[in-house]
């Protein structure tokens, strides 16, 4: 076993070697010190999957990609939800690194967050619980757990300027609180900082947050490291508690700028010095944390091998059963489901031939495969011409272009070449490309492309070419977004121009430019050549982020919207039973921006609505992290929330539709039928660098069940292919114990096997000193029951944590004396079973 002292390679560090270690080496790793054998530890996105240390398609390593952050959470299930986050620690080691940067513990504070479907709940207790859940799947097999972002950052308009201006209590009971029963069930090793401003202080930097509540009063041994490229604040940052910068090399802690801070005696904003002791608190943490990992791999040299041999039919099984988990029985009218594999059925929909396995951003991901959701029905009812129509697109931007040709680099491959160089010739001036690759995906990020030939602005030039051979003739539209310059030819002809007068979009976390679109007639079955002329990013006018430059292009035949929808509804009017699949995606929900509104995208609607019309007999399979509206639910016979499914995506669908899987998903969001409806609806804005939290404590359900709003599908709603009864509620409270016991018998009195979560939910009833809402989850549990089958249930849930409100005068939680209610059912609008309790002694209390 390799000593690694702490205290003595404290002593031995440079004033130079504590201030490097401060800062990450690079986009992925921590700074070593070889001089003392101190070694770098890798981290690895993230909250959908471990996918390495490469953006570059090339050299991306393809990983297993799970279900989006609300679809782990449907699952209402710790156990799976544990096993969860051991798989990601096993794909982390296949990847070799260290410590992942998730799970993302922020709160859906309403339905337009962009980052929205990486996040578990608009709840607190489940969001705390499935994110200690996921941590200790994680931790408790060797990998690091990093909880994010702390804290508010729950929207990204304006994302690293806007500052959150939230009263103390919603701060505590709503936005702390998941981080809080992260640290009391799971203790994290990792806390990663919010971009935003939280009360006048960034989060990076933010004493109250760091200092006081993280450190003193949680007693959370955690390392926090910045967001990329969120670090800002050199002194205060340092002294109230953020341990390392990233990425590296460091941007704000060079050694010359701390070093200056230093020598001149810096005053932090609270008026006291900084010094070297200050630097010295952050690096004896930061060995601490590498001595936890040399201690458990028993060296200081770790592997940087990075492989796919976790792509195993085990992962495969898993994957789907966690998918199959997750999925929510929205309606089901007259049993319309299960749908027979023997069933005429036909495929209808934007999303069926697509592969939405995640959101985007940093949630995105190279995957070891994808099944869409035609894949997966056809594989359910063993043919592989089931008959299909898209009916209407539903991109936010073109993409599939290069997954769709082929290459002379590697003809077996599909892909397009890409070669770089230094000069705008691009070889003709007898220039050798110094990278020759293929690029397999029409998405590609540059985030951390380097080569020791590009300068410190990452200049360089680039060309794709490739192949296209259209499978239907006719007018197609050729789309480009990029961060940087491109030009795209077809057959020589300038099609897109994305160099000259460049217009700022939302895309690459809005340094990219607007879509453009060229259109150009193809005939079935000619080959066309395909070049797309890309210059890095410091080339681009619109753009000032740091970077190294990105593109997106995309083809799709172009269709008439009206005949095409027309055609639709006629070809389901032919078939016995439709499955109709919809929704939104990964562009549409991403990191970097937020949704416009809640609409289903294009015209999904009026095919939706035209479909009905046509076949009643459909089921709507609706892909989305988030709530989307839906003015037809009450035409439709059956309606399915599938989220952002990972690999297995298509077979889990089909696992549900045809009855394979009995569905025993909840929702972890209330779907408002609206937006307007939302209790964050006025204050989802960035104005003036300022958000206000204004619905304060009324999150989510909270909200709609306080003003009785009507809302399309309540918190914690779910239905299955069989029935429940719930009854027998039993509760015993012990105030010295700290704890409320809750039993209760479930009994599944249809003719399935299933599954159902209950649901247990805690209330004030005697006058408060403040308003207080109706009722707050604090426990569930999930049990499985065969048909007829009865068993006896017990929540076992802390008293103080169930019953306290936040005290602003005192600064502490508040467990009033006076009476309580405990609710159980099956979901927040399902609460038939009631018992109330007194709680005799007031108590004021901090902590975990």
């Known amino acids: ?142 990998v690091g757990a ?89 002194v205060e940052g340092i002294k109230n508690g953020e341990d390392i910068e990233f990425p590296g090399p460091a941007r704000f802690r060079t050694k010359e700028l701390v070093k200056h801070l230093l020598f001149c005696k810096a005053e932090a904003s609270d ?134 040709c082929t290459n002379t680099l590697k003809p077996d491959v599909k892909g397009v070449s890409f070669k770089a160089y230094i000069g705008e010739q691009l070889g003709a001036d007898g220039e050798e490309p110094f990278i020759q690759e293929v690029v397999e995906t029409s998405f590609t990020r540059k985030f951390d492309f380097d080569n020791d030939k590009l300068d410190k602005d990452k200049r360089f030039h680039a060309l794709f070419e490739g192949e296209f051979i259209p499978e239907e003739s006719g007018e197609y539209d050729f789309g480009c977004v990029v961060w940087g310059t491109a030009l795209l030819y077809v057959d020589d002809k300038l099609v897109v121009n994305q160099r000259d007068n460049q217009e700022k979009g939302s895309a690459f976390f809005s340094s990219g430019t607007t879509e453009r679109i060229g259109k150009i007639n193809l005939e079935a079955g000619k080959p066309y050549s395909i070049k797309v002329v890309y210059a890095s990013a410091v080339f681009s006018t619109v753009s000032s982020m740091i970077g190294y430059g990105g593109i997106q292009v995309g083809v799709n035949k172009a269709i008439d919207v009206t005949s095409e929808i027309e055609r639709s509804a006629k070809i389901a009017s032919q078939h016995d039973k439709v499955i109709l699949v919809v929704g939104l995606t990964g562009e549409i929900e991403s990191e970097g921006y937020d949704r416009a509104d809640m609409a289903l995208p294009r015209a999904t609607n009026e095919l939706i609505r035209a479909v009905l019309k046509s076949n009643p007999n459909t089921v709507i399979v609706n892909q989305s992290g988030c709530p989307v509206e839906m003015p037809w639910i009450q035409d439709a016979s059956a309606v399915v929330q599938a989220y952002y499914g990972g690999n297995e995506l298509g077979n889990a669908i089909a696992d549900v539709v045809f009855g394979k899987v009995n569905p025993s998903g909840k929702l972890t969001v209330t779907w408002p039928i609206r937006n307007e409806d939302n209790p964050a609806f006025f204050n989802f804005e960035s104005h003036m660098g300022r958000v206000i939290y204004g619905e304060d404590i009324w999150v989510g359900y909270k909200y709609y069940e306080k003003k009785q709003q009507k809302v399309l599908f309540p918190f914690g709603y779910g239905l299955s292919y069989t029935t429940f009864d719930v009854s027998g509620l039993k509760v015993s409270v012990s105030e010295e114990d700290d704890s409320i016991s809750v039993s209760a018998t479930v009994k599944n009195t249809g003719s399935v096997d299933g599954k159902e979560v209950v649901q247990v939910y805690v209330g004030r009833t005697s006058k408060s000193v403040v308003p207080r809402v109706v009722k707050e989850l604090k426990g569930f549990t999930k049990v499985a029951l065969k048909a007829g089958e009865s068993k006896d249930v017990n929540v076992h849930i802390s008293l103080k944590d169930s019953t306290s409100y936040f005290n602003e005068y005192r600064d502490q939680w508040h467990l009033e004396a006076g009476d309580y209610a405990v609710y159980v059912g099956t979901s927040s609008d399902e609460t038939n079973l009631t018992e109330t309790f007194t709680v005799e002694t007031e108590k004021y209390w901090s902590g975990l």
């Not at 990450?24 to 101190?38: G, K, N, Q």
């Not at 608009?122 to 200790?136: F, R």
């Open 1 to 142: 076993m390799t000593e690694f002292n702490v205290k003595k390679l404290l002593s031995q560090l440079t004033v130079d070697e504590k201030i490097s270690l401060l800062a990450a080496v690079d986009y992925w790793h921590t700074t070593p010190i070889e001089r003392l054998d101190i070694p770098s530890l890798r981290v690895s996105d993230g909250p959908n999957g471990v996918r390495g240390t490469k953006e570059i398609s090339w050299e991306a390593s393809k990983a297993a990609c799970f279900p989006n952050g609300t679809a782990l959470a449907s699952t209402f299930d710790t156990d799976l939800l544990f096993k969860a986050g051991a798989l990601m620690a096993l794909e982390a080691k296949h990847k070799s690194a260290q410590i992942i940067l998730g799970p993302t513990t922020n709160i859906q504070r309403g339905p337009l967050g962009g980052r929205g479907f990486e996040s578990y709940s608009e709840d607190p207790y489940l969001s705390g619980i499935a994110s200690s859940s996921v941590v200790n799947g994680i931790q408790k097999n060797g």
């Open 146 to 234: 990093t909880i994010k972002h702390f804290c508010c950052n729950d929207m990204e308009d304006d994302r690293f300027a806007y500052d959150v201006q939230v009263s103390q209590r919603a701060l505590r009971e709503i936005y702390l609180e998941p981080f809080r029963l992260a640290v009391k069930y799971s203790d994290p090793l990792l806390f990663m900082t919010a971009y935003n401003s939280v009360n006048g202080q960034h989060a990076c930097a933010n004493k109250h947050l760091l200092d006081e509540i993280l450190f003193k009063e949680w007693k959370s041994k955690a390392v926090v490291i910045s967001d990329w490229y969120g670090s800002s604040h050199i």
């Open 271 to 404: 008026g006291t010095v900084f010094t070297e002791y200050d630097i010295d608190v952050r690096v004896e943490k930061i060995l601490k944390l590498v001595k936890y990992f040399v201690d458990f791999n028993g060296s200081t040299k770790f592997s940087r091998t990075e492989d796919d041999k976790n792509n195993t039919p085990e992962t495969s099984a898993f994957l789907r059963h966690l998918a199959a988990e997750s999925v929510v029985l929205l309606k089901n009218e007259n049993n319309f489901l299960p749908l027979k594999t023997t069933d005429d059925i036909v495929v209808i929909g934007p999303n069926a031939k697509a592969s939405n396995a995640s959101g985007g951003g940093s949630a995105s991901m190279a995957s070891y495969y994808i099944v869409t959701p035609y894949e997966g029905i056809s594989n359910a009812v063993g043919r592989n011409d089931v008959p299909y129509i898209k009916g209407c697109d539903n991109h936010k931007s073109l993409s599939n272009l290069f997954e769709q």
